[in-house]
């Protein structure tokens, strides 16, 4: 019978279609961060409360982030020629950081595909494209998805051919979760927002 | 073990936390069917399945049922990140409207706390296609979009400044599906609102849906009498989430 619930509740964490918010008392993480829920600015990204799945199967909120610098952007795997140039460009962003920024910066992909983008995918993409453990890669339901996209101000038009028209836009979170900045489109330098990572560590 | 289980019951009873004790809202079906969005020059048909509409857009008395439940989403407990500083600009405090316009749709509501709203009742904001399809009905037929009477009622009003007091829901027709107030009274948000993209943000600019807008353009997509609906388009293209305005409020599907 425990092994019943416990297969069951592995089986709710598994699927990249879970539509839970949490529950107060079902999250073990956020115990060794309790800190971190101490004072959440209305802006922050931290008060969204659904639930994503990373590349290794772990479930995640966006509050877990806090502390940290957060490079970001909606991706999904399947994606043959922008996604591919944003991660690119966020990898350039990672070569230009200094040992001491390093620490305090995370690199995240946000999933804009929750049909086919599965946890397994995710770490194929990982993978792929030789991404360190730096880098969290998320997916999650078609109603947390596109509320993401919503506060992030990403369109996302879905095509026939199961692939999607997007927004190309790199975001960058301060530590609280707020969003400092935001590029529009691709550009090989990032000065900005290697600017923006410098005064947020100093 | 029956505590176990008891637990785990309540932890997934709980998963999508949320009060709800609103009144009930009168809904009716909509028959699927097919919707040829106006700017599709190629043939992109969608293919709408029947869904049921609230017959109403959401008031005020309802909106205040949600908040006195969800305080969260009160004008001083909503959180920035969901809703411009206009949210509720028309209540005169958390709990309180003018007595007059309980019956008059809610506005000043951003994309989040429409969808949350829904949500709480068990339902859902419609797909655009599917809001579309609804309000293509006229009083007599289940598309009248090629009706230049109709048309032209809907553009009447387009073009008309709103009211300062907003009428009651169900003041102006109900529609071949039962649906009232689809035109004529306020804008209504939908799911997928921001899903036409028109600037360069594509992959290409070959798939950017310019031809939504008036203009030049305009005149390659498939529908060019139909102005009040290019108008709907562009007030959804322009708009964000977060976004709370005066003459936009929302009705919820299932």
């Given at each position: 019978m425990k092994t019943t619930i416990l297969l069951l509740l592995c089986f709710l964490m598994l699927s990249c279609n879970n539509n839970q918010e949490p529950s107060e008392?079902?999250?073990?993480?956020s115990k060794t961060k309790e800190d971190l829920h101490k004072k959440i600015s209305g802006e922050s990204i931290y008060n969204l409360a659904t639930i994503w799945t990373t590349q290794d199967n772990d479930s995640l909120q966006m509050k877990e982030f806090s502390g940290y610098i957060v490079i970001s952007a909606m991706v999904f795997t399947?994606?043959?020629?922008?996604c591919p140039r944003i991660v690119a460009d966020m990898q350039r962003i990672e070569s230009k950081l200094t040992d001491k920024e390093m620490e305090s910066v995370k690199f995240l992909l946000v999933s804009m595909d929750p049909e086919r983008d599965t946890p397994a995918r995710l770490r194929e993409f990982a993978t792929e494209h030789k991404l360190n453990d730096r880098w969290t890669l998320i997916c999650s339901s078609q109603d947390a998805t596109q509320e993401i996209a919503n506060v992030l101000g990403v369109r996302i038009k879905k095509l026939e051919d199961g692939g999607f028209d997007h927004s190309n836009i790199i975001h960058v979170f301060d530590q609280g979760g707020i969003i400092i900045r935001q590029q529009n489109g691709f550009d090989a330098e990032q000065i900005e927002i290697l600017q923006a990572i410098k005064s947020l560590t100093h | 073990m029956k505590v176990l289980l008891f637990i785990l019951a309540w932890f997934i009873g709980t998963a999508g936390v949320c009060q709800n004790k609103s009144r009930l809202v009168p809904m009716v079906l909509i028959q699927g069917g097919i919707y040829l969005p106006l700017y599709s020059k190629n043939v992109q048909e969608i293919k709408v399945n029947s869904f049921f509409m609230d017959v109403y857009p959401v008031t005020n008395a309802d909106y205040l049922a949600f908040i006195t439940d969800n305080p969260d989403w009160s004008k001083t407990g909503v959180k920035s990140l969901f809703a411009d500083s206009n949210y509720l600009n028309q209540w005169r405090s958390d709990f309180i409207f003018d007595p007059e316009t309980a019956n008059s749709p809610v506005v000043n509501i951003s994309w989040f706390a429409a969808k949350k709203f829904c949500e709480c009742q068990g339902k859902r904001l419609p797909e655009t296609a599917e809001w579309e399809l609804a309000a293509r009905a006229s009083e007599t037929k289940g598309d009248a979009g090629k009706d230049p009477a109709f048309n032209q009622w809907v553009l009447n009003w387009v073009t008309k400044p709103n009211p300062v007091t907003l009428p009651s829901v169900g003041s102006t027709f109900k529609n071949f599906f039962g649906v009232y107030d689809l035109h004529g009274l306020v804008w209504e948000w939908t799911y997928d609102f921001n899903s036409a993209l028109t600037t360069g943000e594509s992959r290409g600019n070959s798939s950017l849906d310019n031809n939504l807008f008036c203009g030049g353009g305009s005149f390659a997509s498939k529908d060019i009498t139909n102005y009040a609906s290019f108008m709907r388009y562009a007030l959804r293209s322009s708009i964000k989430a977060k976004y709370c305005i005066a003459n936009v409020g929302f009705r919820c599907v299932k």
């Open positions: 008392k079902s999250c073990c993480k399947h994606c043959e020629s922008a | -």
